[in-house]
């Protein structure tokens, strides 16, 4: 933002002259190249080098990253509740549509299995 010459500098918002407003952005805007030691590399003093496991966070933090996540869960939680109601099919009970949570399935499963195999013995 340039200033007329009629204009004073405390009719800017946020109390910083021209010139001061130009070097800060100029400040942010370089890049420091420093190497790092041994390595030859260069890096800016501005973005620091994040480890495996931030830039794994950051990754995960985004709305399409958490989006597609989403998604796959839904699939994977969808496909283990087909396979449970396809197991339920096979397990004999009366009333034979009663409704069973799926840990009495598969007690009731372990049961029926036994109970074959019992039958095979004989």
């Given at each position: 933002m340039m200033l007329s010459p009629?204009?004073?500098?405390?009719?800017?918002g946020w109390g910083q002259s021209?010139?001061?407003?130009?070097l800060n952005d100029l400040k942010v805007g370089c890049l420091s190249d420093e190497t790092m030691e041994g390595e030859g590399k260069t890096r800016s003093l501005a973005q620091p080098t994040l480890s495996r496991e931030?830039?794994?966070r950051r990754r995960r933090a985004t709305a399409k990253y958490?989006?597609?996540h989403a998604t796959r869960e839904r699939i994977r939680v969808e496909?283990?509740?087909v396979a449970f109601?396809?197991?339920r099919k096979l397990l004999p009970t009366l009333p034979p549509?009663?409704?069973l949570s799926k840990i009495e399935i598969l007690r009731l499963a372990i049961c029926y299995i036994s109970y074959l195999n019992h039958v095979l013995d004989v």
């Amino acid at each position: 933002m340039m200033l007329s010459p009629d204009q004073a500098d405390s009719d800017l918002g946020w109390g910083q002259s021209d010139a001061e407003s130009v070097l800060n952005d100029l400040k942010v805007g370089c890049l420091s190249d420093e190497t790092m030691e041994g390595e030859g590399k260069t890096r800016s003093l501005a973005q620091p080098t994040l480890s495996r496991e931030e830039k794994r966070r950051r990754r995960r933090a985004t709305a399409k990253y958490r989006s597609a996540h989403a998604t796959r869960e839904r699939i994977r939680v969808e496909a283990f509740n087909v396979a449970f109601a396809e197991l339920r099919k096979l397990l004999p009970t009366l009333p034979p549509d009663k409704k069973l949570s799926k840990i009495e399935i598969l007690r009731l499963a372990i049961c029926y299995i036994s109970y074959l195999n019992h039958v095979l013995d004989v």
